[in-house]
């Protein structure tokens, strides 16, 4: 599987063969009405979701899988970890499909007041 096998309304934002940047929408979430921060992202990377940025150097422990709605807002139904990048990009994919079905539950990843707007229109989009 590769991310030529994304679900339609995910994009390939970023992708050095390493780290990669996958994003929902631009179109939507990236525009007058949304915030660029808004703008939902899976990742897949060295670095796992709950450890901050690595110096030069640093080990890795295998390859990750994040998603995000905002900056701190991790959609933990979605994350993964993997021996390969392989893997990882096909966990990825599957992630994306699962978030492109309606098969999360976003408003249960804010630990605060959710944005009603910015959730009614994810769920417009999905499922």
């Given at each position: ?17 390493g ?6 929408r ?9 915030d ?26 295998g ?30 994919v ?19 007041q ?14």
């Amino acid at each position: 599987m590769s991310f030529e096998d994304l679900p339609e309304g995910w994009a390939v934002w970023h992708d050095d063969g390493g780290r990669a940047v996958l994003v929902f929408r631009p179109d939507v979430f990236e525009g007058e009405a949304y915030d660029a921060a808004h703008l939902p992202t899976l990742y897949v990377s060295t670095r796992s979701p709950d450890v901050p940025m690595r110096r030069g150097g640093a080990a890795s422990d295998g390859w990750h899988v994040a998603c995000t709605l905002e900056p701190e807002v991790h959609v933990r139904a979605l994350e993964s970890s993997h021996e390969t990048r392989a893997a990882a990009v096909e966990a990825a994919v599957a992630a994306a499909e699962r978030f492109a079905r309606g098969e999360v539950a976003f408003d249960d990843v804010y630990a605060t007041q959710p944005p009603e707007a910015y959730l009614a229109r994810l769920a417009e989009l999905t499922g």
